[in-house]
């Protein structure tokens, strides 16, 4: 089974901070990785496939990157809409999820 | 627009059994490959099923398989889990996906699931 990573679990932030959340895989997935945003009581919503392909929609704050073990998101200036969960997702081989990294305010 | 309006939990003893429902709608149903993903009471996010388009290609997670058994119904735009043999650690919420890759575009809001004596 390939095993996720996210790396913190929790950060603080302020509004219009630049925000980078890391996410590694135990093995090799190419670029075989998505990204979610989950808010409390709410299901999680793509924001990023392919690693690095943004879900239509989703603002261009919002950027992915990484290839192989290792993959960013990054958000380059945190909105108030932006406090939430966000989960890491391999599709390398079946379907697994890191354990999540909630984004608070500071 | 799409939904996907999950339907079918609530509290049941170790040992029983519930069958989820998940009704499609706003868009093509059998043109889309199916989930099932859980989440434990301030946990994470766990995959537990996939479907192929027509059915003919199912995967389980370890956790559950042997106990739960995922399947659709293309002309009722409808995906169905069966849970048998249900354990307090299934305790969860239980979200539908669709995927037209592999990676989950649109979710349900979820049913609550709760195993309980």
């Known amino acids: ?106 | 627009q799409v939904q996907l309006v999950e339907s079918g939990g609530g509290l049941v003893k170790p040992g029983g059994s519930l069958r989820l429902s998940c009704a499609a709608s706003g868009f093509f149903f059998s043109d889309y490959y199916m989930h099932w993903v859980r989440q434990a009471p301030g946990k994470g996010l766990e995959w537990i099923s996939y479907i192929s388009r027509d059915g003919d290609a199912i995967y389980y997670a370890d956790s559950v398989k042997g106990r739960f058994t995922i399947s659709r119904d293309n002309a009722k735009n409808s995906l169905f889990l069966q849970m048998n043999n249900l354990r307090v650690e299934d305790t969860a919420v239980y979200f539908c996906a669709r995927a037209s890759d592999f990676w989950f575009d649109y979710w349900g809001q979820g049913t609550l699931v709760t195993v309980s004596s």
Not at chain 1, 19 to 31: D, G, K, L, P, Y
Not at chain 1, 70 to 76: D, G, Q, V, W
């Open chain 1, 1 to 106: 089974d390939i095993q996720m990573t996210q790396s913190p679990s929790t950060l603080s932030a302020s509004v219009g901070d630049r925000v980078t959340i890391t996410c590694r895989a135990s093995q090799n997935i190419n670029n075989w990785l998505a990204w979610y945003q989950q808010k409390p009581g709410k299901a999680p919503s793509l924001l990023i496939y392919k690693a690095s392909t943004l879900e239509s929609g989703v603002p261009s704050r919002f950027s992915g990157s990484g290839s192989g073990t290792e993959f960013t998101l990054t958000i380059s200036s945190l909105q108030p809409d932006d406090f939430a969960t966000y989960y890491c997702q391999q599709y390398d081989s079946f379907w697994s999820f890191g354990q999540g990294t909630k984004v608070e305010i500071k």
